[in-house]
Each structure stands twice: as C-alpha cells, then as structure tokens.
C-alpha cells in the first residue's frame, strides 16, 4: 500500500492550534510529526555528533537572539547580515565563503569588506569566474541572454571549487540563479547559508510575488 504523502504545507490548523506547536495540538492524516516517528528518529540520532550537535545548538541560540521581548511579544532585532556574522562568530569560524552573482558585484564588494573588517578571512567568487563561454554546455546563440555575443556561462561549480580551495568554513550566498545555487550547495564542502536569493524581476525579494497573490500575481495560481 502506498504511504500517504506528508505535507505539512497542506496543514489546515492555526498555528497555536498545530500538533508541531502545541502538546495538545491537532494534526492532519498527512502530519510527518505524527506519522514519521522512526523518520523523526533517525534525524535526532543525526545530532549525536558532536559538530552538527553544536552547529543546530548555535543556530537556536541565534534564532533566540533574533529577537527581544516587548510585554511578552517577541519582536524581531537584527538583520540577516548581522545574524550570520553573529552565528559564524559563536561557531568560533575564521574563513567564511562568499559566492555572489556578477550582477550583485557591488553588493558582494560591500558585504566582503564587512566581513573582513569584522576580522574574518573572506574567500569570495563571482558566477562569472572561470570565463568559460555557453557554447561550453552545447547552448546555441538564441538560448543566450545576449545572442551573438560572447557570454561567459555561471559557474558555481567552480566558485564552489573556489572556495573548498580556500578551506572555507561557513559560505554566504548571494543571489545566485535558481539551479546554479543549487550546484553551488552540491559542491561546497563547507555548510552554505543564502543572505539573497536571486529575483530579478522583485529587487531579490522573491515573497513579495506570494505577498501579492490576490492581486498582482494572481496569475501563478491559475
């Protein structure tokens, strides 16, 4: 018999009112929670060592530190920027990564000066590095932004290379296209966080689509 798929995107319950939240919660036919208990297992038995054990007591933390408490309400302090340098702070990280898109140039710039005025020892790569042209994947000239012209391929495999090369610690992504971010988490070996993720269209604010689905974007429901 096939299992029934888990989604917890398809949970109908408030959130004060969900079996994640809440001892005496309600959850759904398709709850992981309740439903994948040796799944749930075997991920805590992941914590069992040492460093990862450590990298997700940090993280909490972190999270924590994200905010202050106003008359019992948690209201949110610092910006992402800033609880990255933190975390890699308490993880103790002395050479952070960062990956940046060739169109974020001046942002990438402006981030690894931050980083490295923060004492931090900052290995960073462009998408474009490499200068390794599309006709390399087998692209024909109309499949190119700029047909006709020389145009260098995104290469986060080698900007992942890069920075393994580096002996990164902690690499900081910043808006690379959908799929070369992928490749890029495929092949760093150090753990990856994104600061932003590529949105050409929003300003690299890719919820504001979501944020606008009963008006403006009403389209990506149809």
């Known amino acids: 018999m096939t299992k029934e798929l888990m989604t917890c995107a398809r949970c109908p319950f408030e959130r004060a009112e969900r079996y994640c939240q809440n001892e005496d919660g309600q959850t759904p036919s398709f709850c992981p929670t309740q439903n994948r208990p040796e799944i749930l297992q075997k991920a805590l038995e992941k914590l069992d060592d040492p460093k990862t054990r450590e990298f997700a007591i940090q993280a909490a933390i972190q999270e924590k530190e994200g905010y202050q408490l106003d008359n019992g309400v948690p209201v949110p302090v610092k910006p992402r920027l800033l609880e990255i340098i933190e975390f890699a702070g308490k993880m103790k990280y002395q050479r952070l990564g960062l990956a940046f898109c060739s169109g974020l140039f001046e942002e990438g710039k402006a981030i690894g000066k931050i980083l490295t005025d923060k004492g931090f020892t900052v290995i960073s790569a462009a998408c474009k590095a490499g200068k390794v042209a599309k006709e390399e994947l087998g692209l024909r000239s109309d499949q190119k932004v700029r047909p006709d012209n020389f145009e260098p391929m995104c290469n986060p495999i080698f900007q992942a290379m890069i920075l393994n090369d580096g002996k990164s610690e902690f690499n900081i992504v910043l808006g690379l296209c959908v ?33 606008n689905l009963d008006s403006y974007y009403g389209y990506l429901k149809k």
């Open 179 to 211: 799929g070369h971010d992928s490749l890029l988490f495929k092949h760093a070996e150090a753990p990856c966080t994104v600061l932003a993720a590529k949105d050409r269209l929003l300003g690299h604010n890719p919820l504001a689509a979501v944020y």
